[in-house]
C-alpha cells in the first residue's frame, strides 16, 4: 500500500470511528453522517433484567412493602433521594462515585419517614433550597416542604399550594418545572365518573404557589397511546434544544386505568393539551423483572454533571398474596442512540432489541404436545402426560387445552380436565360430553392461575378424568389425528 492510499485508508477510519455521544445534532452533516445521540427523546432504556436492577426493597419496619417515586437530585457529592414509602417519605444516598444502578451503593436513613403523611412526590432545587411538593391524601391537598440543601433529612412544615379540582377522587404524582417566570405543575389525579388517573397542569406565579388548573390542559388527551388506553400520569419533564420532553406511565394493560408501562412524548410549549408522543406510540420501559409483572410507573430522570442520564422508576407487584402492594425501586443508565444522516433527517442508523420495540411481536408460545397415550378408564383425576416446565409467574397465567381425542363409552360419559401447579392445587379447565359415536371431538379449554410470590416459578401438568368409557390420545409421533397441546401464557406478555 503506497504512502497516499495509506493516508486515505487512516482518514476513512477516523470518519467512521464512533463519535462522542451528544445531546445536539451536529450542525450542517454531510450525507450518512452518524450522530451518537444522547438527547432525552432518543435515549433507549435496556431491556435486559440485569441491566435495570430493583435498586430499594422494604428492609425497615416502618416502611410499607410497596418503594414507590423515587425523586432525585445530586447535591454534597451523591444522588439524594425521596421515596413514597407508606408512612411518608423515605429518604435514601448513593456517594455520586458510585454506580446507582447497584442496589449495594445505596443507603436509606433508618430511623423513620423524613417526611411523615406525604407521597406521591417529587423534589425542585433552586438556589440552597430542595422544594418537595408532595400529596397529602388526609385532606387532598398538594402541600410543599422545604430543606436546605446540605441537610436533606429535616424538613418544614408542610404549606397547601394546591387543593383537589372538583370531580376528582385524589391527587398522584407531581412535577414542577419553570418556564419563563411561571412555575408550572404537572398533576396526576383520579377522575371520579371514569376512575382513570389522568395529567393536567397547574401554574404560579411564584414556586410555593398557590397553583391554578390551566383549563386548556385537564386531562393531556394528547399524552393517551390510544382510545383503548385513555390515562397517563407520573411525569418527569425537561426542555432541551428547544423542546419540551416528557417521560410518564400510561396504560397498556385490558382496563386501561393503572398504569403499566413507560412513555416519552414532546411538545413545542407548556400550558396546552399539545404533546406527540414519540417512538411509533409504544412503550419505552415495558416490564421485565419480578417486580414489574403489574407496573411500570414513576418515570424520573436523573443527569449527572458528566452528562450522564440514569432513569429511576417504580416496579409494582400488586397482587401477591402474601405481602399485599410490592413495589420496588428500579434505576438504569440511559443508552444513547446511533443516528445516520438520510439527507432530510435523522434516522435511527441500528436495530436494537429494547423496550421501543413492537410490543406486538409474536412471542413463541410456551406449549407442550402429548408424549404419552392417553387412554383407561379413571373416575379420578391422573396424570395424563402433558405438562409445561417452570416459567415465571405474572399478575396472572393463562392455561390453555387444545387437543382432539376419540372416546370409545357411550352416549353422556363426561371427560373433564383441570390443570395442577406444582405445590398448588389444581384448577378446572373444562369438559366434554361425548355423543357415544366413537368419532374424534375437539376439546378447547382455558383456566387463569392468580398471582404466585415474586420470583417464584412453578410447572404445570393437565390432569383428566372419565365417568365412564375409555379415553384415547395417540403420541403425536403416532399416525393418527388425536393429539392434546397445553399452552401456559403470562399475561403480563400476552404475546
Not at 433508618?110 to 422544594?131: K, L, W
Not at 385532606?139 to 446540605?150: C, F, M, R
Request: overall charge neutral.
Amino acid at each position: 500500500m503506497d504512502v497516499v492510499t495509506l493516508g486515505m485508508a487512516k482518514a476513512d477510519a477516523k470518519k467512521n470511528q464512533m463519535p462522542t455521544p451528544s445531546p445536539v445534532a451536529p450542525a450542517n452533516p454531510a450525507p450518512n453522517q452518524l450522530w451518537l445521540s444522547s438527547a432525552l427523546k432518543d435515549l433507549r432504556i435496556p431491556k435486559a433484567p440485569q441491566l435495570r436492577q430493583a435498586i430499594l426493597t422494604k428492609t425497615l419496619s416502618w416502611e410499607s412493602a410497596a418503594l414507590q417515586e423515587a425523586s432525585t437530585w445530586i447535591a454534597n457529592g451523591k444522588y439524594n433521594m425521596i421515596f413514597a414509602s407508606g408512612g411518608g417519605q423515605g429518604y435514601a444516598s448513593c456517594p455520586l462515585t458510585s454506580d446507582p444502578t447497584k442496589p449495594a451503593n445505596w443507603t436509606k436513613y433508618a430511623t423513620a419517614a423524613v417526611i411523615p403523611g406525604a407521597n406521591h412526590a417529587s423534589v425542585y432545587v433552586e438556589g440552597n433550597t430542595v422544594y418537595c411538593f408532595a400529596n397529602v391524601q388526609a385532606d387532598k391537598t398538594i402541600k410543599v416542604y422545604t430543606s436546605d440543601i446540605s441537610d436533606p433529612l429535616t424538613w418544614s412544615a408542610g404549606t397547601t399550594v394546591m387543593t383537589l379540582p372538583a370531580g376528582n377522587n385524589a391527587f398522584g404524582n407531581t412535577f414542577i418545572v419553570k418556564d419563563a417566570g411561571t412555575y408550572y405543575m404537572f398533576i396526576e389525579y383520579q377522575v371520579t365518573a371514569t376512575g382513570r388517573w389522568q395529567m393536567g397542569q397547574a401554574s404560579s406565579s411564584t414556586l410555593t404557589g398557590t397553583y391554578t388548573l390551566i383549563p386548556a390542559a385537564t386531562l393531556m388527551q394528547s399524552l393517551w397511546p390510544d382510545s383503548d388506553h385513555q390515562g397517563s400520569g407520573g411525569a418527569s419533564v425537561f426542555k432541551e434544544n428547544g423542546e419540551w420532553v416528557m417521560y410518564y406511565h400510561s396504560s397498556m394493560n385490558w382496563n386501561g386505568l393503572l398504569p403499566s408501562e413507560a412513555y416519552r412524548a414532546t411538545a413545542p410549549s407548556l400550558g396546552a393539551d399539545n404533546w406527540t408522543l414519540t417512538d411509533n406510540k409504544q412503550p419505552i420501559i415495558r416490564r421485565v423483572t419480578a417486580y414489574e409483572v403489574d407496573q411500570v410507573a414513576d418515570v424520573e430522570l436523573c443527569r449527572t454533571p458528566s452528562g450522564v442520564t440514569y432513569v429511576f422508576w417504580t416496579g409494582m407487584h400488586n397482587r401477591s398474596t402474601a405481602n399485599g402492594f410490592v413495589g420496588a425501586l428500579h434505576c438504569a443508565v440511559a443508552l444513547p442512540t446511533l443516528k445516520r444522516w438520510d439527507g432530510n433527517a435523522w434516522v435511527n442508523a441500528e436495530t436494537f432489541d429494547d423496550a421501543s420495540g413492537n410490543i406486538h411481536t409474536p412471542k413463541k408460545p410456551n406449549t407442550q404436545m402429548m408424549t404419552a397415550d392417553l387412554s383407561g378408564t379413571s373416575t379420578t383425576f391422573a396424570n395424563a402426560g402433558v405438562s409445561v416446565g417452570t416459567i415465571n409467574n405474572g399478575p396472572d397465567v393463562e392455561v390453555e387445552l387444545r387437543g382432539i381425542i376419540t372416546h370409545t363409552g357411550t352416549a353422556g360419559d363426561r371427560i373433564s380436565f383441570q390443570v395442577t401447579r406444582a405445590g398448588g392445587a389444581g384448577v378446572p379447565l373444562g369438559s366434554v360430553v361425548s355423543d357415544g359415536s366413537g368419532r374424534p371431538m375437539v376439546v378447547v379449554a382455558v383456566c387463569k392461575y392468580t398471582q404466585l410470590t415474586i420470583g417464584q416459578y412453578a410447572g404445570y401438568t393437565l390432569q383428566y378424568k372419565v365417568s365412564a368409557g375409555t379415553v384415547n390420545c395417540r403420541p403425536v409421533a403416532q399416525v393418527g389425528t388425536e393429539h392434546m397441546s397445553l399452552k401456559v401464557t403470562d399475561s403480563a406478555y400476552p404475546y
